[in-house]
């Protein structure tokens, strides 16, 4: 029964993301852009996974910060660790080599999306939500 904050409604999901999507693509690929871009999406994705969570189904503070860690070092983790792949790897030629780093943000929020949203959803997909009939009857 409480609003949502603007930025974390479902039609503020795009336009929110255009600039952490271009800082991903943009930014050049070090150490400290992988891991403020990364830690960036993941911050705005477990704040609108929260928001837009079913809220008969409590979390405690312990399970939000539990699932927001997991989600961001995930995807810091394959973001540096894909990134130091690629660029360890002589085998493959420079323009490759080039279009692989571009698309290792893409990779790490791809997966670490997945973990965010099960994570912060776990307790609604482990015990499910309360339906209700016509009559309000649970």
């Known amino acids: 029964g ?3 904050p603007p930025y974390f409604r479902v039609c503020a ?20 852009n992988i891991v403020f871009w990364q830690w960036v999406n993941q911050s705005y994705n477990a704040g609108f996974n929260f928001a837009n969570r079913n809220a008969s189904s409590p ?11 997991v989600a961001t070092s995930l995807s810091i983790g394959i973001g540096l660790g894909m990134n130091r792949a690629v660029q360890g ?7 490759t ?3 692989l780093l571009r698309c290792t943000p893409f990779a ?5 999306n997945v973990a965010n949203l099960l994570s912060m959803r776990s307790g609604e997909l482990s015990s499910g939500i309360p339906v209700t009939d016509k009559s309000g009857k649970e």
């Open 89 to 95: 790897a002589k085998s493959i030629s420079p323009t």
């Open 2 to 4: 409480k609003p949502i």
């Open 97 to 99: 080599r080039a279009v």
């Open 59 to 69: 979390m405690s503070n312990a399970s939000i910060a539990t699932a927001y860690t």
């Open 13 to 32: 999901f795009v336009p929110a993301n255009i600039p952490i999507c271009a800082g991903m693509l943009m930014a050049p690929p070090t150490t400290f």
């Open 108 to 112: 790490a929020v791809g997966f670490s």
